[in-house]
């Protein structure tokens, strides 16, 4: 079974990092392009960032410069390191695999003082 388990996330001050993981089982994230997604109540899944199967890395305007995505392929793990969060980070985030089309469960990151 092709599963995606995400973690992290949480509540944290403006100007402040978290740390994002997307696990897998059943792929192999080393071959398969990755992506991130965040959605807030009511509005549409926004794209974030994608890491490609050679490491490529691209980043939504909103994010560039704060967010980095990475794969540990020892840990068949991919990750989203947020640092400079603002308020208007706050959302819902996930990670997609279109190959497959799976998503992880979602996870809340909270950006508020």
């Known amino acids: 079974q092709v599963q995606l388990v995400q973690s992290g996330g949480g509540l944290v001050q403006p100007g402040g990092s978290l740390k994002l993981s997307c696990g897998a089982s059943g792929i192999n994230l080393s071959l398969n392009t990755m992506d991130w997604f965040r959605q807030v109540p009511g509005k549409q899944r926004d794209w974030v960032a994608t890491?490609?199967?050679?490491?490529?890395?691209n980043y939504a305007d909103f994010v560039k410069g704060r967010f980095t995505v990475s794969r540990d392929n020892a840990k068949n793990t991919v990750y989203l390191q947020m640092n400079s969060l603002k308020p208007e980070d706050t959302a819902v985030y996930y990670c997609?695999?279109?190959?497959?089309?799976?998503w992880g469960q979602g996870t809340q990151v909270t950006v508020s003082s």
């Open positions: 997609r695999n279109i190959l497959f089309n799976i």
């Open positions: 890491i490609t199967r050679s490491s490529a890395t």
